[in-house]
């Protein structure tokens, strides 16, 4: 079972390029048709310098570049089938845009017991960095991991 | 943009969950847990089914909000998976301003959103802060 010494425990960071033809596939799954994604002239009159991605796509950036998706799931020793998405939090500092090249720095920063151990939560929080060095997001996201009885 | 409390400015209902829905999102979202789309894998671990990544919904509750609140005024965003989304699951997301707030001189709205499925029952519950 995962316990207290996780806490700090940092993972191999992953760069990731925001791809145009990656983003389109991730936009038509999900029926999204705001033009300020699909749009370069409708971004950049809203703002932007290219076509910004939508609020979650930061946590799949990071997946779809990882040389290991669930590293921090094997490195802590933790079996994929008994994991279920707890919480996700992301703070926005600065925008991305097509074209950016990303860096996340993932890390555990806590590690709680609940339900008399049948069930242990973890946090990894991640900072991203764009390519210009510019704090842009932090990712936040709580895992559950049902645990198996003791036999 | 001018808000009140209590004011519900997200209202957005996405097509059922489908297997093929979640057979896209894993290849779009380069999440490829395999609870999600394969039904022996699923149920090895405990599950009568594949279900949604909660992910998938999250996906959705920003879509309804970005249709809304332009995404360079989202500051943040953030949601608690509170039960697992079944396949055949209708969502329909709401927000409803909670609170009207300044940082540092920016004015903002903290936005209380939820995504339920079709029989009421809460799958995300969330908020966003939004700058005015």
Same mark, same amino acid.
């Given at each position: 079972?995962?316990?207290?010494?996780? =806490?700090?425990?940092?993972?191999?960071?992953?760069?990731?390029?925001?791809?145009?033809?990656?983003?389109?596939?991730?936009?038509?799954?999900?029926?999204?048709?705001?033009?300020?994604?699909?749009?370069?002239?409708?971004?950049?009159?809203?703002?932007?310098?290219?076509?910004?991605?939508?609020?979650?796509?930061?946590?799949?950036?990071?997946?779809?570049?990882?040389?290991?998706?669930?590293?921090?799931?094997?490195?802590?020793?933790?079996?994929?089938?008994?994991?279920?998405?707890?919480?996700?939090?992301?703070?926005?500092?600065?925008?991305?845009? =097509?074209?950016?090249?990303?860096?996340?720095?993932?890390?555990?920063?806590?590690?709680?017991?609940?339900?008399?151990?049948?069930?242990?939560?973890?946090?990894?929080?991640?900072?991203?960095?764009?390519?210009?060095?510019?704090?842009?997001?932090? =990712?936040?996201?709580?895992?559950?991991?049902?645990?198996?009885?003791?036999? | 943009?001018?808000?009140?409390?209590?004011?519900?400015? =997200?209202?957005?209902?996405?097509?059922?969950?489908?297997?093929?829905?979640?057979?896209?999102?894993?290849?779009?979202?380069?999440?490829?847990?395999?609870?999600?789309?394969?039904?022996?894998?699923?149920?090895?671990?405990?599950?009568?089914?594949?279900?949604?990544?909660?992910?998938?919904?999250?996906?959705?509750?920003?879509?309804?909000?970005?249709?809304?609140?332009?995404?360079?005024?989202?500051?943040?965003?953030?949601?608690?998976?509170?039960?697992?989304?079944?396949?055949?699951?209708?969502?329909?997301?709401?927000?409803?301003?909670?609170?009207?707030?300044?940082?540092?001189?920016?004015?903002?709205?903290?936005?209380?959103?939820?995504?339920?499925?079709?029989?009421?029952?809460?799958?995300?519950?969330?908020?966003?802060?939004?700058?005015?």
């Amino acid at each position: 079972m995962v316990d207290q010494s996780a =806490v700090g425990r940092s993972f191999t960071p992953v760069t990731a390029r925001v791809e145009p033809g990656r983003l389109r596939f991730f936009l038509d799954t999900l029926g999204e048709e705001n033009p300020v994604y699909r749009d370069a002239d409708t971004a950049r009159k809203a703002g932007y310098a290219a076509t910004p991605v939508p609020p979650t796509y930061l946590f799949c950036l990071e997946m779809m570049d990882a040389t290991e998706p669930f590293e921090f799931l094997t490195a802590l020793d933790i079996d994929l089938a008994r994991v279920l998405h707890g919480e996700q939090r992301f703070d926005y500092h600065a925008p991305v845009v =097509v074209g950016d090249t990303l860096t996340f720095r993932p890390k555990v920063t806590s590690v709680t017991e609940k339900k008399g151990g049948a069930m242990t939560l973890i946090v990894v929080e991640t900072g991203v960095t764009n390519q210009n060095g510019v704090h842009v997001a932090d =990712v936040s996201r709580t895992v559950v991991v049902r645990n198996a009885r003791p036999s | 943009m001018t808000l009140f409390v209590g004011e519900r400015i =997200v209202h957005k209902t996405f097509p059922p969950i489908t297997r093929h829905r979640l057979a896209l999102y894993c290849g779009a979202s380069g999440d490829h847990n395999p609870i999600h789309v394969d039904l022996d894998f699923a149920k090895q671990a405990g599950f009568p089914d594949v279900f949604s990544h909660g992910m998938l919904v999250m996906a959705y509750l920003g879509q309804a909000l970005t249709d809304v609140v332009p995404p360079s005024r989202i500051r943040s965003f953030s949601t608690r998976f509170a039960a697992i989304t079944q396949l055949g699951a209708t969502l329909t997301c709401e927000g409803t301003v909670a609170e009207l707030l300044e940082h540092n001189g920016e004015k903002r709205a903290r936005i209380a959103l939820t995504t339920k499925d079709q029989t009421g029952e809460v799958k995300l519950a969330g908020e966003a802060v939004v700058a005015l």
